[in-house]
């Protein structure tokens, strides 16, 4: 039977992959990659097990974006650890700025609501607990996904890294983006081409060499997650994207024989 200690690792692995999802161009908003209504559904197994679903939705809520995520466990998972997550990301619609973050987190017997404000006058982020000064660019776990697809990355070259922090537990976690090229891969909806990425980890309590985490990037406008795999110090995680509407286009696809 597989253990609570795997499934809290789990769930660790996932706000990573929030944390370090990229590409596009920022500019005016008609041209960012996501819009009000995109709607993005991916599968997670652990091994050949499914083990849970997770959700992202972009709404508005007047001048600011309202960015929701959504995790929850399933079948034997379920069983053994119940999840039910939501963060939410209220964000300026021009400057990408979180101005506010929540999260109602529910995993087993541990419960926890937390709400974290950006106050970019005082330059601190002012959460339940404690306040904290603000470094330049901010971002929170949700927003800072939506951040990394408005960045252009057309003239990377391979190997190259970007610079990520994030808001998390009142500390801003740092680490690399290396981009590792183009691929194209099978899913679902066809062979979808792709850009590559891997985020520089921390080894010893998950992962067992720092760039264990492989994420593909649909390499078209919408720039969304397409497939993640991670290898972890006992099995695999993979999650794949099984559905997705309001995007600015439908995916790009590839035929290949």
Known sequence: MISTTILKKMKEIIVLVVL???????????ELSFKKGEKLTYKVHYGLVAAGTAELVVKTRGDEYKFIAKGRSTGVFNLLFKVR?????????WSLKPNKFYRDVREGNFRKKESVFFNYDLLQAESTRDTIPLPENTQDIVSIFYYLRTQNFDTLELGSRQSIQ???DDE????????????????????????????????GRIFNNQQALKIWISNDVNKIPIQIKAKILVGSIKMDLTKYSGTREKLKKVNRN
């Open 172 to 203: 801003f976690m740092n680490s690399e983006l290396h981009y590792l090229g183009l691929d194209t891969i099978k899913t679902k909806f066809g062979w979808i081409p792709c850009t590559k990425w891997s985020p520089e980890l921390q080894t």
């Open 166 to 168: 994030v808001y998390l």
């Open 85 to 93: 997550n939501t963060y939410e990301s209220y964000v300026s619609r």
């Open 20 to 30: 370090f999802t990229a590409p596009l161009i920022l500019a005016q908003e008609k």
